[in-house]
């Protein structure tokens, strides 16, 4: 039985970081790694880096659910052992609500929360004990933000989706790490922004990407449920448990 890794949005941003981090570390062995993301050539020249690793590129659109059954077909078909999952496809845009395109709100639910949850859903009937999830959320997850309403929204979903599902699969020896990485300095800020501008706090917190992999991939393997990379972000998520959001919220605005 073949044993795999699946990364998707694995074309840029922390996906692409992933794969080289695993690429170059001697700590994982895999038949194969699959690439899932959007753009095809992108992940040609991602995969064209690293020959000895032997790597199936799956071109689907996860917010299209023709592309999610796509998917669903090409594990039943090949019955692979996947050893590592990590849920990384997402997006955001910044500013208010109202602002935002109606289809951009559902564009990120659809990603953020439809797609995850199928990928693993379906993912998980080919895992076995001593299999792992990474499931990227945010520190956004922490708590509401304004301008960042729905995006926030979808990240709270996997947070709390991947701490119940850590514990449920528990029984099965299969491990899920919720990563809550910062503002990064990746693609996703390009995309966000268009539509508004960060936050002029954001910028002290900024994180470098190969940190928060590096970080993620050690929680992993130590079994954590959750991978916070950074000091600042740690101390917001204990503010955010401690100080009431409404009184957080009226700072931020």
């Not at 996997?158 to 699969?169: G, N, P, Q």
């Not at 954001?202 to 449920?225: H, I, M, N, Q, T």
Request: with cysteine.
């Amino acid at each position: 039985m073949t044993n795999i890794a699946v990364i998707t949005g694995a074309s840029s941003g922390f996906g692409r970081e992933f794969v080289r981090q695993i690429c170059m570390s001697k700590q994982y062995n895999f038949d194969e790694i699959w690439l899932i993301a959007r753009r095809k050539q992108r992940l040609e020249v991602l995969a064209s880096k690293f020959p000895k690793q032997k790597f199936k590129i799956l071109v689907l659109d996860l917010s299209n659910g023709q592309c999610l059954k796509k998917y669903k077909n090409i594990l039943q078909e090949e019955r692979p052992n996947v050893k590592l999952l990590i849920n990384n496809a997402g997006l955001g845009k910044i500013g208010c609500f109202e602002d935002i395109s109606l289809d951009d709100n559902i564009n990120m639910i659809d990603v953020n929360i439809r797609a995850l949850t199928y990928i693993t859903y379906e993912t998980l009937k080919f895992m076995r004990k001593s299999s792992s999830i990474i499931q990227i959320a945010s520190s956004a997850a922490f708590l509401p933000q304004p301008k960042f309403a729905v995006y926030a929204a979808t990240k709270s979903y996997v947070l709390s989706f991947s701490r119940a599902l850590e514990r449920e699969l528990v029984s099965r020896g299969i491990t899920v790490t919720a990563v809550c990485p910062g503002p990064v300095e990746t693609e996703f800020f390009k995309v966000a922004s268009k539509n508004g501008k960060p936050k002029s706090f954001k910028k002290f917190f900024f994180e470098p990407a190969k940190l928060v992999v590096k970080r993620a991939l050690l929680d992993s393997k130590k079994g954590r449920y959750i991978s916070i990379q950074g000091t600042s972000m740690k101390v917001l998520q204990v503010i955010s448990k401690i100080i009431p959001h409404r009184l957080i919220l009226k700072f931020i605005k």
